[in-house]
Antibody
Framework: EVQLLESGGGLVQPGGSLRLSCAAS????????VNWVRQAPGKGLEWVSG????????HYAESVEGRFTISRDTSNNTVYLQMNSLRAEDTAIYYC??????????????WGQGTKVTVSS | SYELTQPPSMSVSPGQTASITCSGY??????VCWYQQKPGQSPVLVIY???KRPPGIPERFSGSNSGKTATLTISGTQAMDEADYYC?????????FGGGTTLSVL
């Protein structure tokens, strides 16, 4: 079964850091890109970060550029999102999501259950 | 930055057709996909590459995209289709979501 499982969310103070993990199973991790998408309370979906070019190139939303870093470990099929200099507006449920097509930025056919991040003092 | 615009809400009677629009500059030149999200659940992909349905998505869901508008059509809408719907496209290697449309089946 194709599955994504996020972890690492929690409560953090403004200016703090957090690292999210997304463990993938059931598909060729090197072939399909995994992205991060977030949803603030009561709001819509916002793409955060992802890969292209088979995982070589990383991309970020303007709102997180310079503060967040996406990476992946192909030895354990895990994608990470390192979040630094966190702000109240980063409070959201963070989902990881898999591209439906190989090697390209397409659509997200598999989503994790999400991990909640709260930035508050 | 690129923007996608959806109506915030719409309603439809059971058995009728719901058409949810998504507009953006030269959107017809891009591939559009659509997600369904029910309260407390993760989004579900219902249409990708404008018109394709993933496995398990009912045939009553269909899509189109031309000019500046993409449309998700739900034929014979059922009560279970009540949800938030989001369109999404790519612009210069960043994914852009529409603001979402809450569909009520009344």
């Amino acid at each position: 079964e194709v599955q994504l499982l996020e972890s690492g969310g929690g409560l953090v103070q403004p200016g703090g850091s957090l690292r999210l993990s997304c463990a993938a199973s059931g598909f060729n991790f090197r072939t399909y890109a995994v992205n991060w998408v977030r949803q603030a309370p009561g709001k819509g979906l916002e793409w955060v970060s992802g890969f292209s070019d088979g995982g070589v190139t990383t991309h970020y939303a303007e709102s997180v550029e310079g503060r967040f870093t996406i990476s992946r470990d192909t030895s354990n099929n895990t994608v990470y999102l390192q979040m630094n200099s966190l702000r109240a507006e980063d409070t959201a449920i963070y989902y990881c999501a898999k591209d439906v097509l190989r090697g390209s930025q397409s659509a997200f056919d598999i989503w994790g259950q999400g991990t909640k991040v709260t930035v508050s003092s | 930055s690129y923007e996608l615009t959806q109506p915030p809400s719409m309603s439809v009677s059971p058995g009728q057709t719901a058409s949810i629009t998504c507009s953006g500059y030269k959107l017809g030149d891009k591939y559009v996909c659509w997600y369904q999200q029910k309260p407390g659940q993760s989004p579900v992909l219902v249409i990708y590459q404008d018109v394709k349905r993933p496995p398990g998505i009912p045939e009553r869901f269909s899509g189109s995209n031309s000019g500046k508008t993409a449309t998700l059509t739900i034929s014979g809408t059922q009560a279970m289709d009540e949800a938030d719907y989001y369109c999404q496209a790519w612009d210069r290697s960043t994914a852009v979501f529409g603001g979402g449309t809450t569909l009520s089946v009344l």
